[in-house]
C-alpha cells in the first residue's frame, strides 16, 4: 500500500460512519496496542459488532483485519533504510547464505516485534515492583523455564534477592511460602495454561505481586498480574520452543534488567564486582 494507513485514516475520517470512527479514534489513540490485539477484542473495545471491524479494513483498501494489523506495524517503524526483505520459509532451494539470512531476517522481526509490543508504562512499573520487592522469583514451565533461568542468571549478578527454581513441585513450594513483599516474574507465552493460572491464585493468595510476561493482554493470566509486559512474534508459532518467542522474551529480559541497572548502578556495579571476583578466584 503507498499511503501510511495512519494518514489514510485520518484523510478518509470524514467518510467514516459513525462506528467506523469509534475504530478509527481507538486505533489513533492505541496504536501499539491494536497491533497485537485480536479482531474480537477490537470490537468489544469499540463497542462495534466484529463485522464492522472487517468492513471497516475493507474500506481502507485491505483484504482484512490481518492486513490491517501488518500495515499498523510497518507504520511504527522509524524512519531509515528499507529492512532487507531476505525473509520467507527455508526451502530445499536455498544456499547456506540465504538460510543465514533468511533466519536474521526472522531475528530482527522478533525484536522488532518485541520492541513495538512493550509497554514503557508497564515497564516502569515491572521495575517498580522488582525495586520494592523483598525477593523475586523468575518462574516458566516448559521452553520458559529457560527464559526464567536466564532472566535469574542476569539479574542474580546485580542483587542477592532473585532466586528461580526449576522443578514445577518445589515452585508450588516456594510460592506458597511467599510474603506481601515479594515479585514473581512469570514467563507464559499463552497466559492461559493450568500452570500459570495456578501460579497465579497461590501468588494472588499470598499477596505476593505478579509480573507476567506474556503475548496477550486478555489472557486469563493477565487478570491475576499487578502489571503486564507484552512481547512475542507477530504471529503465533507453531513449533514448540520456537525461537522468535523465547528472543522477545529475553529482550524484555534485558530491557527490565538495563531499567534495574540504570536506577541504582551502584548497588549493581558492588555487586557485579563482587561476583566477578568470585569466579575469577574459583578459576585460579
Known amino acids: 500500500m503507498g499511503k501510511n494507513i495512519v494518514a489514510l485514516m485520518m484523510q478518509e475520517y470524514e467518510s467514516f460512519t459513525r462506528s467506523e470512527r469509534k475504530i478509527a479514534d481507538y486505533v489513533l489513540e492505541h496504536q501499539q496496542e491494536t497491533q497485537y490485539i485480536s479482531i474480537t477484542d477490537l470490537s468489544a473495545e469499540c463497542e462495534v ?3 464492522t471491524v472487517s468492513l471497516f479494513c475493507r474500506k481502507l483498501g485491505l483484504a482484512g483485519f490481518n492486513d490491517f494489523k501488518l500495515e499498523l506495524a510497518r507504520a511504527a517503524l522509524p524512519a531509515g533504510p528499507e529492512v532487507s526483505q531476505s525473509g520467507g520459509e527455508i526451502t530445499r532451494e536455498d544456499s547456506p547464505g540465504q538460510v543465514m539470512g ?5 531475528a530482527q522481526e522478533a525484536l522488532n516485534n518485541a520492541y513495538h509490543m512493550l509497554s514503557e508504562t508497564a515497564l516502569e512499573r515491572a521495575v517498580d515492583l522488582i525495586q520494592g520487592a523483598g525477593q ?7 521452553n520458559h523455564a529457560v527464559v526464567a533461568l536466564a532472566a535469574w542468571a542476569q539479574f542474580s549478578t546485580t542483587s542477592p534477592k532473585f532466586k528461580t527454581i526449576q522443578d514445577s513441585h ?3 513450594v516456594m510460592l506458597s511460602t511467599l510474603s506481601p513483599e515479594d515479585a514473581v516474574l512469570y514467563f507464559s507465552y499463552s497466559g492461559a495454561t ?4 495456578e501460579a497465579a491464585e497461590v501468588i494472588r493468595n499470598r499477596g505476593a505481586k505478579l509480573i507476567l510476561v506474556t503475548r496477550y493482554l486478555n489472557s486469563p493470566a493477565s487478570a ?4 503486564v509486559l507484552l512481547c512475542g512474534p507477530s504471529e503465533q508459532p507453531f513449533q514448540f520452543g520456537s525461537s522468535s518467542a523465547l528472543m522477545a522474551q529475553l529482550y524484555v529480559v534485558e530491557a527490565l534488567l538495563s531499567e534495574f541497572i540504570r536506577r541504582n548502578p551502584e548497588a549493581a556495579e558492588r555487586s557485579r564486582r563482587s561476583v566477578g571476583k568470585a569466579l575469577t578466584q574459583k578459576c585460579v
Open 102 to 106: 533468511k533466519v536474521l531476517h526472522t
Open 224 to 227: 491475576y498480574a499487578d502489571t
Open 49 to 51: 459488532a466484529v463485522s
Open 194 to 197: 493450568h500452570e500459570v493460572l
Open 170 to 172: 518445589m515452585q508450588t
Open 136 to 142: 523475586v522469583v523468575c518462574l516458566g514451565q516448559g
